[in-house]
């Protein structure tokens, strides 16, 4: 991965924090939610490969 890469995930998680609480300076508390998140990823993954088969990611999340 490139720096690219690390910049869109850390947007993504800017975008969906929530709540947050500001213990000092220094640490948060930050509330997500799961689908939030999952179809964030989604959204880049298929923003940087056209192949990206969300069908089969979905699945592999669900599986045990």
Known sequence: MTRKDYI????L???LRTNIYKN?????NFTLNFN???NGLVEIF????NRFDETRFKNF????
């Not at 869109?8 to 947007?11: D, L, N």
């Not at 000092?24 to 948060?28: A, F, H, K, L, S």
């Open 13 to 15: 998680l800017k975008n």
């Open 24 to 28: 000092n300076e220094e640490e948060y």
């Open 36 to 38: 939030d998140v999952y």
């Open 8 to 11: 869109k995930f850390a947007t």
């Open 61 to 64: 999340i669900r599986n045990k």
């Open 46 to 49: 298929k923003s940087d490969n």
